[in-house]
């Protein structure tokens, strides 16, 4: 399978990711501490599969500080994550994901000496107007943009553009594979800072934590497929990896229409104008992610 094969899995594991998390926060486990707990221990010991495959040499400090903020952040951008989950429709938060995008150029122009062409801020603007029409509901009013849970979901973005710059630092000077075991483990030292400070209930029967560690696991082998992909080619792959929106969005519309206790329930207008919301988002993170 090349690249683009890699990518598409990706974006279906990432989007399959989103939807069985979104599931279990609504029918099976409806206790963010507990779903963070869970889905940061899984991914966790999946990583630990991984070591007998990287060498065990101490990478150059400067290169364990970019893998440390990383893991710190992505740890604490997944716990925030799930704080939102439950108050956040899976067709509205999968869009305002692409918020990544913007949050990442602009934290590349104000620490990395960046510039961009004067279109890409247009690009950037498309994004956000199309992340506030993804969150409209029946009420059709702006509030509903400003709901906590949204500006949950826009911090765990920054907290995870700040994640993806160190992640991307390290593996211009270290194998892929080696800076995603050091960044993962460093998340399992927040994890285990997380569950001190919390201390959240971790003794569930088997069918509340199944689908949230099944999440964990699609997302997992999302990122193995990813950095396989990025090996290959970085900027094609993360366009392909926009996918994951739509695939989300189309299959929380099937099931509107034919399970509406499943996810979630709106009319044909409010999926029409989040539709029209995730367009923008795409086509705005595609031009981005095209320089």
Avoid at 176 to 187: G, P, Q, S, T
Wanted: charged share 10%; no cysteine; aromatic share 14%.
């Amino acid at each position: 399978m090349n690249y683009v094969g890699y990518a598409f899995l990706a974006a279906v594991l990432f989007a399959g990711n989103a939807l069985v998390s979104k599931f279990s926060s609504k029918h099976a486990l409806n206790d963010p501490d507990g779903l963070a707990a869970y889905f940061l221990l899984t991914n966790f010991v999946l990583i630990l599969t991984l070591l007998p495959f990287v060498t065990t040499r101490l990478p150059a400090f400067e290169l364990l500080i970019a893998l440390a903020t990383g893991g710190v952040f992505y740890a604490f951008g997944f716990y925030i994550f799930f704080k939102a989950l439950a108050k956040v429709d899976a067709s509205s938060f999968s869009a305002i994901f692409q918020m990544q995008a913007v949050i990442i150029a602009v934290l590349a122009f104000l620490f990395l000496g960046e510039r961009f062409p004067q279109a890409n801020y247009l690009w950037a603007l498309l994004i956000v107007g199309g992340a506030t029409m993804v969150t409209v509901d029946e009420s059709v009013s702006l509030k509903s943009f400003f709901r906590p849970a949204v500006w949950l979901l826009i911090v765990m973005q920054f907290f995870h553009a700040v994640a993806g710059l160190s992640l991307g630092y390290a593996v211009k000077r270290m194998p892929i594979l080696e800076a995603l075991v050091w960044e993962f483990l460093f998340m399992g030292g927040v994890t285990g800072l997380l569950l001190m400070m919390r201390r959240p209930k971790l003794v569930y029967p088997v069918k509340k934590v199944a689908p949230i560690i099944l999440a964990a696991t699609l997302n997992f082998a999302g990122v193995l497929a990813i950095l396989k992909a990025f090996q290959t080619n970085l900027t094609i792959s993360s366009v392909i990896g926009l996918m994951q929106a739509p695939i989300v969005f189309l299959v929380t519309l099937l099931l509107a229409r034919f399970n509406p206790n499943l996810l979630e329930n709106h009319t044909k207008e409010i999926y029409f104008i989040r539709g029209i919301g995730l367009t923008m988002t795409l086509f705005g993170a595609y031009r981005l992610a095209l320089g």
